[in-house]
């Protein structure tokens, strides 16, 4: 009897320590990250201010080192959903951004480097999707699309855009993967590396 007695003790007392030990780090960031956009993040990586941008560095496998600031790469909220990050230049008509150093990448095809040329804005671009609701880490969404450019000789053309990030709200750095379709000129597809941040990064 005393046996048994020893022995269902036992058994609460281990139920018990399971019921308080912490929480696995399975349970804490799961499979699938939270599905409600981080408005922290937003606050984060944008500013509603007139021509604000972030420091935006492409990684230029040719160079195999990552460029100089990308200037004039202008953020917004976007006017259709405040949940995503939009880059465009609302403030100078007739004009755009160098949206992930497409301005450059494709100055072949448009015959200038100039944003006021090629006339770049896109409205949804990235949304932040916390690991778990309170998060200050979670995935970036890019949003596939095409993107439209606009040639030296006012004529248009389109290049896809897809790809996918994490971000930190504690280092304040977004790092994204973003794979361009040129299908539309001919080509196949290109996958470049960027990391943006609200201050300069030392790279």
């Known amino acids: ?3 048994l007695f020893i022995f269902l003790t036992a058994i609460v007392l281990a139920t018990g320590c399971k019921k308080d030990q912490p929480q696995d780090k399975a349970d804490l ?3 699938q990250p939270a599905s409600i956009p981080s408005s922290s993040a937003m606050a984060t990586f944008q500013s509603n201010v007139a021509f ?3 420091f935006v560095y492409r990684f230029d496998p040719v160079s195999n080192a990552w460029t100089n600031r990308i200037a004039s790469h202008f953020s917004t909220t976007s006017a259709t959903d405040p949940t995503f990050l939009g880059f465009t230049n609302p403030n100078v008509p007739d004009s755009g951004v160098p949206m992930f150093d497409m301005v450059r990448l494709y100055s072949t095809q448009t015959g200038t480097t100039n944003i006021r040329t090629v006339k770049i804005n896109v409205d949804q671009v990235l949304q932040f ?3 778990y609701i309170g998060a200050k880490t979670g995935v970036v969404k890019v949003k596939t699309q095409d993107v439209v450019l606009t040639k030296a000789d006012a004529s248009t053309f389109k290049i896809g855009i897809s790809g996918s990030g994490t971000y930190s709200e504690v280092t304040k750095i ?3 993967s973003i794979t361009f379709n040129e299908a539309a000129i001919g080509g196949t597809t290109k996958t470049f590396a960027y990391k943006l941040s609200p201050t300069a990064i030392a790279l």
């Open 1 to 3: 009897m005393k046996k």
């Open 52 to 54: 604000y941008q972030m």
């Open 129 to 131: 999707l916390p690991d």
């Open 174 to 176: 977004i790092d994204l």
């Open 29 to 31: 960031y799961p499979d």
